[in-house]
């Protein structure tokens, strides 16, 4: 049972709204690290930060072999890290990548990556979750709106919105074919979700999301209030963003497949206690309960 106050009620009989309780950059405006000051305030106020070019071309390519290797790899692909399109059964993400690859754990460790995660937690960090979402063009799934807060706090106990994403590009991310949309701002609502969680239902959402899913009217009045911005860039850029920004991408259609892989930071001040709203936690390959920091 865990002991502490529930800020961010959810998966109850209504949906319900509350004012975020916590900061958004928890490090003071002089930490030392490759944010500049406009930049963290800029990620203050709309709840992410995008990076043209936060590693460069030959990185990307040792990356882009790495992430081949990993969806060509049977015994990868038998393992229940890999999650596959219902459909085409082509592999959809794979977790814990920064495990499974020591190119993808020098990324982690890697001072552009998680020095700019520890700037804005204002502290040491840890990875509570990493993946690679590949999609492949010609039909690969979207992924529905959301807040990973959401999630992270009702099915694996995080008890505070102090936690930060990074979503690499190793395709060119287009305007179409699949890439990330955050709704500018949205980071200072908290949006508790209606319905209570299915015992399994990680199993489901990593395919679809149904628990932890915005209402229609809900996702209407927050895209009227902030609008919805897409992310672009070529292969080599990044997207930072917070928790609690309300995200979400479309299927791709298109022949140019859109595979990043993302990163999840959690302040060591912030470690994962047991679920608030959910009868079980989640397998540690997807919320993490080793809480070694980032050296
Ligand atoms: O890959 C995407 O477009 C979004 C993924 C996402 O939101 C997630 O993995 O939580
Ligand atoms: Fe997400």
Known sequence: M???????????????????????????????????????????????LAIDQLIGDDEVTVCRRELERIVADPAIRAD??????????????VFEVHKLS????????????????????????????????????FGAGGFYWHSDFETWHA??????MRTVSVSIALTENLDTNGGLMIMPGSHRT????????????????????????????????????????????????????????MHGSGDNITPFPRSNVFIVFNSVENTAVEPFAAPIRRPEFIGARDFTPVM
């Open 2 to 48: 865990t002991t502490l106050t529930d800020l961010y009620p959810t998966r109850g009989t209504t949906e319900v709204s509350v004012p975020r309780q916590d900061p958004v950059v928890w490090g003071s405006p002089d930490t030392p690290g490759p944010i500049r000051a406009t930049d963290l305030q800029r990620y203050e106020r709309d709840g992410f």
């Open 80 to 93: 229940e890290r890999s999650i596959v399109e219902p459909q085409s059964k082509e592999i959809r993400s």
């Open 102 to 137: 020591p190119v993808f754990a020098a990324l982690v460790r890697d001072e552009r990556v998680v020095g700019r995660a520890r700037q804005i937690l204002g502290s040491d960090v840890y990875v509570h979750q990493s993946r690679i979402n590949v999609k492949p063009g």
């Open 155 to 160: 099915e694996d106990g995080l008890p505070n």
């Open 190 to 245: 908290f949006l508790g979700c209606a319905g209570a969680t299915p015992k399994d239902n990680y199993k489901k959402s990593l395919q679809m999301q149904d628990a932890g899913t915005p209402s229609d009217e809900a996702l209407t009045a927050m895209a009227g209030d902030y609008g919805i911005k897409l992310f672009t860039g070529k292969a080599g850029s990044a997207t930072w963003f917070d928790c609690n920004a």
